[in-house]
């Protein structure tokens, strides 16, 4: 049981993750410190080239402000480059989340009154388990123009906009 735990403390400890800085807020950095991963932080303009030569376990597309498409202009060549050229695990938070959308041929939209605060119950499509979550946000990747290769993983209670892709 103590050499499970070593194994599992060892393996974590040298996870390393890269974060595309789009405005990623001081918490979600400290949270994965605190897991004991290994964060690369790099500039929201990063190129593919840069990303990689980390060798990164996995990309996580942070939050930040801002529409998705004004941003998207500028990081959709890379993260469609990290998409078919990689096998690193790729995740997004808010905006990140919505950047990736769209470089798999989704779509966003603005939402009539966004989503902003804690307690926002999230429908687990896969295991119907309900989570609850913080969001500020006011943009969400429109479901119905998900391609055939990209499942809606997670859903708002509130108003059934996407919360979550695979």
């Known amino acids: 049981e103590q050499n499970k735990k070593k194994d599992i403390k060892k393996r974590v400890s040298s996870t390393k993750i890269v974060v595309f800085d789009f405005g990623t807020k001081a918490n979600i950095i400290h949270c994965l410190k605190r897991d004991n991963v290994v964060i690369e932080l790099v500039s929201g303009q990063a190129t593919f080239e840069e990303i990689i ?27 469609k480059k990290l998409v078919k050229n990689t096998s690193v695990p ?15 041929g989704a779509k966003t939209q603005k939402m009539n009154h966004g989503h902003h605060g804690a307690n926002h119950p999230v429908l687990d499509l896969v295991t119907g388990k309900v989570e609850i979550t913080s969001m500020n946000h006011g943009f969400a990747i429109d479901s119905s123009s998900l391609p055939e290769c990209i499942l809606e993983t997670h859903v708002s209670l509130f108003d059934r906009s996407n919360c979550g892709i695979k």
């Open 90 to 104: 790729i995740f997004g938070i808010c905006l990140g989340h919505q950047l990736l959308g769209l470089a798999l």
């Open 53 to 79: 030569a980390l060798d990164p376990d996995g990309i996580l597309l942070s939050n930040g402000p801002g529409d998705p498409a004004a941003t998207h202009k500028f990081t959709n060549q890379v993260i």
